[in-house]
């Protein structure tokens, strides 16, 4: 199976990319992480789902305290880095979600 080739722009999606500006980060230019708790079960599940559901294969790594959530993806990695910013004081709201006019859209990211 190929990569998926679109990004739609829904509650979702713009939920995961607010998630990704509290939790996430891209160190290696193709994968995307996502850093929670041990437990935050409900949040990686929600990850998990919302990342399967775009057609990716997310997988889960546990630690001691923490687990990790985790896709490869080079275009989703670069587009959220992008959009969102890197490193905790560069992270900001997509101008796509900001300006967007369904403020539910940008809802949904605060919520994430």
């Known amino acids: 199976m190929s990569a998926p080739l679109e990004f739609p722009l829904n509650l979702d999606t713009a939920r995961l990319l607010g998630i ?3 939790e996430g980060w891209d160190t290696t230019g193709h994968d995307v992480f996502f850093s929670l708790n041990q437990d935050e079960t409900e949040l990686r599940a ?3 789902a919302i990342v399967k559901s775009l057609g990716y294969h997310p997988q889960i790594k546990k630690r001691e305290t923490a687990s990790e959530v985790r896709f490869s993806s080079a275009i989703i990695a670069r587009a959220f880095y992008e959009w969102c910013g890197h490193l905790a004081e560069n992270k900001k ?6 300006y967007h006019k369904d403020l539910a859209l940008l809802k949904s990211f605060l919520l994430g």
């Open 93 to 98: 709201i997509p101008d796509f979600i900001l």
């Open 46 to 48: 929600r990850i998990f």
């Open 20 to 22: 990704y500006v509290a």
